[in-house]
């Protein structure tokens, strides 16, 4: 059974600091999701990433994946207030490529502080 | 483009009764799914279709039941409900480039 660890799952954090959310998980894949959600909203897709050694940059937000240590990570670099928001990672590791289904981190709830 | 549209918003059930979630999307993706969300709990797959007249369970899939007669919808089916169906539903359709998620349902079981 896949199981996909965030860590930490809770984060406060200074305007203008850096700091990293990390996704582990436990079955070999190479395509992970990250999503942002606000409160009472749905999610929305931040980076889709495909490939071992795929890096995605939007703003301040830049995520990677490293299919080898099972491992994905998502920087944000200078946080400001509106990136506050429960962010996902989710892992699509069915076996043969062919029934797609993500299975879900438990969420890092990001709040950043003037 | 509306994407994924979900139907209702919010909903109240007594025990016991049924209902049905609606999820239709546009986008004419083979691939569609169900998932609740609890607090602090990340989301859980409770059914998922590769293509019409196909479906398949996921990880939480009791007390539900799913159909895709048409490419464009996938509803999703609750019997008897009960309070730990309590929970907020989204559905999804997309392809390993990318998933797009209504904008979900919240249901509570009273």
């Known amino acids: 059974e896949l199981k996909v660890e965030q860590n930490p799952l809770f984060l406060s954090m200074q305007e203008g600091k850096n700091y990293t959310i990390y996704c582990n998980y436990s079955?070999?894949?190479?395509?992970l999701y990250w999503y942002r959600q606000d409160p009472g909203k749905s999610l929305e897709s931040l980076f889709v990433?495909?490939?071992?050694?795929a890096v995605k940059q939007e703003g301040r937000l830049m995520a990677s994946l490293d299919t080898k240590a099972r491992l994905s990570t998502l920087h944000i670099t200078a946080a400001v207030h509106d990136l506050s928001a429960t962010y996902f990672c989710a892992v699509d590791a069915s076996p043969g490529g062919s029934n797609y289904k993500l299975t879900f981190g438990k969420g890092t709830l990001l709040t950043v502080n003037p | 483009n509306a994407g994924v549209t979900q139907t209702p918003k919010f909903r109240i059930l007594k025990i016991g009764q049924s209902m049905t979630l609606q999820c239709t999307q546009d986008m004419n993706h083979n691939y569609m799914y169900w998932y609740r969300q609890d607090p602090g709990m990340g989301l859980k797959l409770i059914y998922y279709s590769v293509g019409a007249g196909i479906t398949d369970k996921g990880e939480v899939p009791n007390g539900y039941n799913v159909s895709r007669s048409t490419t464009e919808d996938f509803p999703l089916r609750l019997e008897l409900a009960a309070p730990s169906q309590t929970s907020v539903y989204f559905c999804?359709?997309?392809?390993?480039?990318?998933?797009?998620f209504g904008s979900g349902t919240r249901l509570t079981v009273v």
């Open positions: 999804a359709s997309g392809r390993p480039s990318g998933y797009t």
């Open positions: 990433l495909l490939s071992n050694g």
């Open positions: 079955t070999t894949s190479d395509r």
